[in-house]
């Protein structure tokens, strides 16, 4: 008996945005994929400047700077729509974006979160890191000391929003918040796991691989132009 082919999965390559312009790409990828329901999905790769975001479950009080300061120094503050809590993202942290038909795995937005989790985890495991996931709380850790933010969207089941892996990221930036609303919390990154500072670019094209992997997709790279006029 033949097999279903496996969904496609269209990439770009690593992105540098700015948030809105990055939630703008997402609505529209969104709405093409419930239009063409999942034929195809899509997968952004982003690096955002320095930009705090507050989530469904999140409070300012989980900022703990005034907007005076973010402002002094460089960073945007965004109230957003995504689940969790209050993150941080800037440059050397890696953002995945899946925009995923979840109708072809079931509609379960558990399972969703725990494959995204068990994908996190391997991208980890292939740099010798070892990761694990953490109930009760959502995302990955590396012993007591987070490396990955899960916060997703979905609208007509089809997901949006998705992960903050911390690469090489200037860790001293989740100062200005309660990471995830766990105080006391430690937020780690590749390189401080590792010691050194793997290529972000290199680290977006494998986590690509691990994720059509994981999902059972096929990956397909394409021109930026092809998914900015999906």
């Known amino acids: 008996m033949a097999h279903p082919a496996r969904p496609q999965l269209l990439y770009a390559g690593l992105r540098r945005l700015d948030f809105h312009e990055a939630f703008r790409l997402q609505e ?23 930009t705090v975001t507050v989530g469904r479950k999140g409070s300012r009080a989980d900022v703990l700077v005034s907007d005076e300061k973010l402002s002094e120094l460089g960073v945007c503050l965004i109230e957003t729509n995504r689940g969790g809590e209050v993150t941080y993202h800037g440059p050397g942290q ?7 038909n979840l109708a072809q795995r079931g509609c379960d937005l558990h399972r969703y979160l725990r494959d995204l989790e068990r994908w996190l985890v391997g991208l980890c495991r292939s740099y010798n890191v070892a990761a ?6 959502t995302g990955v850790w590396v012993g007591e000391r987070k490396i990955a933010s899960i916060g997703i969207a979905v609208r007509r089941w089809v997901s949006y929003h998705g992960v903050a892996f911390n690469v090489a990221t200037d860790l001293s930036q989740f ?5 995830c609303g766990l105080p ?25 691989g691990l994720f059509a ?17 999906a």
């Open 175 to 179: 100062d200005l918040i309660v990471p």
């Open 94 to 100: 890696l953002v995945v974006y899946p925009i995923v």
């Open 213 to 229: 992997e994981e999902f059972a997709m096929r990956l397909e790279r394409v021109p930026a132009e092809a998914v900015e006029t």
């Open 28 to 50: 529209r990828l969104r709405d093409a994929c419930i239009a063409s329901q999942g034929r195809p999905n899509y997968l952004l790769l982003v690096e955002h400047p320095p």
């Open 132 to 137: 694990h996931a953490g109930p009760p709380h």
């Open 184 to 208: 006391g919390m430690t937020v780690t990154s590749l390189a401080r796991e590792l010691g050194t500072a793997p290529d972000l670019e290199e680290v977006a094209e494998r986590a690509a």
